[in-house]
């Protein structure tokens, strides 16, 4: 088992920046993918990015590219998500995820059913 919760959620002007944290405790982190998922109201929780084990290789969705940074810190079993230069339009519950498989395929990456771990989300909420 593994256990994540999210911090670092909360309320930010458009524009602004926020830098979310997962710690994880449990099994070694440094053996799972992680990513970043989100759901705003009324829609499906959706990809935001994932995180290889050793942070190699990340990837993202096109509507976070160039404004969102994700990292982690195995020695801290810790993830983060920087984000800057936010929209309104990112306004969700953003959950962090573990997955014990590789995760090489566009298309694997992508699929919820792929993480074997979630977290219980942290709130962002960005004013226009």
């Known amino acids: 088992q593994v256990q994540l919760v999210e911090s670092g959620g909360g309320l930010v002007q458009a524009g602004g920046s926020l830098r979310l944290s997962c710690a994880a405790s449990g099994r070694t982190f440094s053996n799972y993918y992680m990513g970043w998922f989100r759901q705003a109201p009324g829609k499906e929780r959706e990809f935001v990015t994932v995180i290889s084990w050793s942070g190699g290789t990340t990837d993202y969705a096109d509507s976070v590219k160039g404004r969102f940074t994700i990292s982690r810190d195995n020695a801290k079993n810790t993830m983060y998500l920087q984000m800057n230069s936010l929209k309104p339009e990112d306004t969700a519950v953003y959950y962090c995820?573990?997955?014990?498989?590789?995760?090489?395929?566009?298309?694997?990456?992508?699929?919820?059913?792929?993480?074997?771990?979630w977290g219980q989300g942290t709130q962002v909420t960005v004013s226009s």
């Open positions: 995820a573990a997955s014990s498989k590789v995760l090489y395929l566009y298309s694997s990456r992508r699929t919820l059913s792929n993480y074997d771990y």
